[in-house]
């Protein structure tokens, strides 16, 4: 193989990879965001849950019976 095809096959995997980069511009921002909007929607499941009156006072519950420990 000569120099001059060795540089074609170059240049031609160089012009390939750009195109590739070019279809996935955008693509992590959005993944980013996706995850984004589903983790705040979790936290605001999870707040609602928390905040509830049950899960409150098992959690304050729990809290008085581990300072009630004697040492």
Do not use: P
């Not at 693509?27 to 995850?35: F, I, Q, W």
């Amino acid at each position: 193989m000569g120099v001059e095809m060795w540089g074609q096959l170059c240049a031609r995997a160089l012009r390939c990879r750009a195109r590739a980069v070019r279809r996935d511009t955008g693509m992590v921002t959005s993944e980013y965001a996706m995850g984004l909007i589903a983790a705040v929607g979790f936290a605001g499941l999870l707040y609602k849950v928390v905040t509830s009156g049950q899960v409150r006072a098992a959690l304050q519950a729990v809290v008085e019976k581990a300072l009630d420990v004697q040492f």
